[in-house]
């Protein structure tokens, strides 16, 4: 099993930042690709950002030139810088990671249990 632990979100006012990270802890052989997911009630989650296990990266276009994602392999954490905030950015931003329990064994994806981004005036 993988435990995902999010960490770092706010109350912030438009245009500030805030940078949430996300530890992965468990038993797994490896973490493959890693990703930020949105939320806000009554919509469905929708990706923010991801990264693979070789760093690649993809965004999406609301959050391209604002939010940089970044993980730590050796730490097994997971980052999202958020600068220039917006309001539309509100939400519960959740964590996920691909990962292998075992060599042989298939990739399963995990959540954490999301953090709380609030931008206002």
């Known amino acids: 099993q993988v435990q995902l632990v999010e960490s770092g979100g706010g109350l912030v006012q438009p245009g500030e930042s805030l940078r949430p990270s996300c530890a992965a802890s468990?038993?797994?052989?490896?973490?493959?690709?890693m990703g930020w997911y949105r939320q806000t009630p009554g919509e469905q989650r929708e990706s923010v950002a991801t990264?693979?296990?070789?760093?690649?990266?993809n965004y999406a276009d609301s959050v391209k030139g604002r939010f940089t994602i970044s993980r730590d392999n050796a730490k097994n954490t997971l980052y999202l810088q958020m600068n220039s905030l917006k309001p539309e950015d509100t939400a519960v931003y959740y964590c996920?990671?691909?990962?292998?329990?075992?060599?042989?064994?298939?990739?399963?994806?995990?959540w954490g249990q999301g953090t709380q981004v609030t931008v206002s005036s």
């Open positions: 990264i693979s296990s070789d760093g690649s990266t």
């Open positions: 996920n990671a691909n990962a292998r329990r075992s060599p042989l064994a298939g990739i399963m994806g995990y």
């Open positions: 468990g038993r797994f052989f490896r973490i493959n690709a």
